[in-house]
């Protein structure tokens, strides 16, 4: 078998642990029947010990793969090939438990929908925003209510692009939680959630000529960035270049970028002449989350 996860960009600014949207680069793990237990791993991660051992995905397939199937036990080999880079913003993380959860179901031929896969992704997984557009694709506005993930999903068209700065350091996801302060001004809050209301109408819309006023945030965005100024450059030049927004992806430190097709080559050229160490994607958006197949 064979099960397939996008990478993901959360918050898009203003919409924070809210709003996010799937990207095509992919990690793929392919199942199969072994005698015993092996794992081998290609791509984002395979020089780590620790990544390769896939320490998380394997307890989490193997706790509701035995659930699943009755009790039985039966061991396989697993084969990732990792294309999303790790702890950089980009809902690594996300991918490895929502693959985890589809793969058991699939090895125990249990059917599954990916309602179901998003609300079990919820114990792993707190904040919706990276999970929702891992399992559905798409442009997504997702809450809680009730221990549940209520979520609404938008088809993102082909002429769009993604382009990912991705720097040759990462952002901890605790230490940029911890630079936000404990409470807010009032204005504060209104200006960040009026901006990720209208982000929200615009992408429903595909209203996409108004999102650099859209993405604007005072929640979180520049105090994470000031971890490292020079995402403020990334952005700048983004902007300038004819991106259509520019945003940090989830905490970094990745810089996303939304563009047109037409644009998408000379904005990515010249991030990748302005910022020689790092590396620059050009990517397709994704509408189809998670896939698996026997």
């Not at 794992?39 to 991660?45: L, Q, R, Y």
């Not at 694709?137 to 549940?148: I, K, M, P």
């Amino acid at each position: 078998m064979l099960i397939s996860v996008p990478a993901t960009s959360a918050n898009l600014g203003p919409g924070f642990d809210t709003l996010g949207l799937s990207i095509n680069l992919r990690n793929e793990i392919v199942i199969k029947p072994s005698r015993f237990l092996s794992i081998s791993t290609k791509g984002e991660g395979s020089s780590n010990p620790r990544i390769k051992r896939n320490t998380m995905f394997l307890n989490i397939f193997n706790e509701y793969y035995k659930k699943l199937s009755g009790g039985k036990y039966n061991t396989f080999r697993f084969e990732f090939t990792n294309k999303i880079p790790i702890s950089r913003g980009l809902g690594s993380s996300s991918a490895v438990i929502v693959a985890a959860l589809t793969a058991s179901h699939v090895a125990a031929g249990v059917k599954y929908n990916k309602r179901k896969i998003l609300n079990l992704a919820l114990k792993y997984e707190p904040h919706p925003d990276n999970i929702t557009p891992a399992v559905m694709g798409g442009f997504n506005v997702a809450c809680l209510y009730d221990g549940r993930v209520y979520s609404k999903k938008h088809r993102l068209p082909s002429y769009l692009k993604a382009v990912l700065v991705v720097p040759n350091k990462t952002i901890s996801t605790n230490k940029s939680r911890n630079v936000l302060p404990k409470s807010y001004h009032k204005d504060e809050a209104v200006f960040s959630l009026s901006h990720a209301a209208y982000m929200t109408a615009l992408f429903m819309s595909e209203s996409w000529d108004q999102l650099k006023i859209a993405a604007q945030d005072r929640l979180h965005q520049d105090r994470r960035m000031e971890m490292m100024p020079e995402l403020f450059r990334v952005q700048k030049l983004a902007l300038e270049n004819g991106a259509l927004m520019s945003t940090l992806s989830g905490s970094g430190s990745t810089f996303f970028t939304l563009c047109y097709e037409d644009d998408a080559k000379r904005i990515a050229q010249s991030l990748q002449n302005a910022f020689a160490d790092f590396r620059v994607f050009t990517c397709d958006l994704d509408n189809y989350g998670v896939l698996s197949r026997l």
